[in-house]
């Protein structure tokens, strides 16, 4: 579906900001529904709610493309602040408990104006040590987001009791650090080469 989304842009990079904002305005309708009717945006992932995972992947890559126009009317905060906004975000439904009613509204509000916001902010070189930290963890940031899932799949088929509904805890923790490694793998000795295979001398 982002692969779909992002062929998509290239075509449409030039589009007037009214036509952006009124597909925002569009796939943001539809997935406020899917919000509230589902408790939460996970969706399209199957054949059955396919569609509704390209409005998905459209609303939020367009959101990001408007964060990207209007990036230099962003604030800059210190990059500290920025990553305590983000931990409390990802730490506040672990609080909170699973089935709570509100957990849609909470996806929502986050992909709607909270990510967003914080990509804006984010979207500069703080420089010095900061700099080279973000400017790594951003180059890592894709290959881990592709590949932690089958990462996560891979070792519950190695683990030897298997899928569970309790894992034992030294197995998450084991993952938080094989998942960036793997990622970084793929970056440095995949993504890297091609690139520079790819790119004109």
Sequence with gaps: LEVLVSALWFPLRRLPDMALTLMILASGATMLWVA??????ETGWDQATFWLGVLRATFSFCLGWAAWRYRDLAP???VWILAGV???????????????PWNGIYDYACVLLLFPTLVACAAHDPGGR????????GDISYPLYALHWATWAVMLR?????????????????????????????????????RRRLSPT
């Design 36 to 41: 509230v009717v589902l408790n939460g945006m």
């Design 76 to 78: 800059r905060p210190p």
């Design 86 to 100: 983000l931990l409390a975000l990802l730490v506040m439904p672990i609080l909170s408990g699973p089935g709570v």
């Design 130 to 137: 900061m700099g080279t930290l973000c400017r790594r963890a």
């Design 158 to 194: 190695i683990y030897p009791g298997g899928w569970q509904k309790v894992l034992p805890l030294w197995f998450p923790i084991l993952a938080l650090a094989a998942c960036p490694l793997v990622g970084w793998a793929a970056l440095r000795f995949y993504d890297q080469p091609a």
